[in-house]
């Protein structure tokens, strides 16, 4: 069974204050790894896909990277408008076509 | 372009009512499904469609039905509520059956059965 761990919970930053969150995962194969941002009240947006190990993606001040146990985003010198929910979901070979497991989110609050 | 467009956004329901939460798509996409967030569990995926006329389960599917006539629609049925289906449910598309790991999703309909 696929699995998705994300950490911490929730992580509080000064702003400028940069960071990193965790997404551990357990797949049969990987097909591609998503990072998904969500605001209180709305749905997720999606941000970066990641296919290989070693793969790098950015955006603005977020970074994503993938390992093959685990996926990390880096937020450099964030700012309050980052404050969100963040979500790591994977998708595995040999499943249904758009079967993603979620994890169950970080969630940040940057503090000015 | 309205994008991913569910209705209602807010519903009470009575144990045993049944309710379609609907969810409409401008983008032409072949890909369309439904999940539930609840806190502590993440998103869990309920039915999917891959294209007009052909839908699937997903992980958690009991108690809901789907059904795709349409590219456009794609409404969840819930035949008879309990409270264990209170939940917020996402719509969500993708661009084509290849690339659905980057999904597009609505703003939810946040569901509550007393």
């Given amino acids: 069974e696929d699995q998705v761990t994300q950490s911490p919970e929730a992580l509080r930053l000064q702003e400028g204050e940069s960071s990193s969150l965790n997404c551990s995962y357990t797949v049969s194969g990987l097909r591609g790894l998503f990072w998904y941002r969500q605001d209180p009240g709305k749905g997720p947006e999606f941000l970066f896909t990641l296919y290989s190990a070693g793969e790098e993606k950015e955006k603005e001040r977020l970074k994503a990277t993938l390992t093959k146990k685990e996926s990390f985003l880096h937020i450099t010198a964030p700012k309050p408008e980052d404050s969100a929910t963040y979500l790591c979901a994977v998708q595995a070979f040999g499943t249904s076509y758009g079967k993603l497991t979620f994890g169950q989110g970080t969630i940040l609050t940057v503090h000015p | ?114």
């Fill in chain 2, 1 to 114: 372009n309205a994008g991913v467009t569910q209705t209602p956004k807010f519903q009470v329901l009575k144990t045993g009512q049944s309710m379609t939460l609907q969810c409409a798509q401008d983008m032409n996409h072949e890909y369309m499904s439904w999940y539930r967030q609840d806190p502590g569990m993440g998103l869990r995926l309920i039915h999917y469609s891959v294209g007009a006329g052909i839908t699937d389960q997903g992980e958690v599917p009991n108690g809901y039905n789907v059904s795709r006539s349409t590219t456009e629609d794609f409404p969840l049925r819930l035949l008879s509520a309990a409270p264990s289906q209170t939940s917020v449910y996402f719509c969500a598309t993708g661009v084509s059956v290849a690339n659905t790991g980057e999904l597009f999703f609505g703003e939810g309909s946040r569901l509550t059965v007393l």
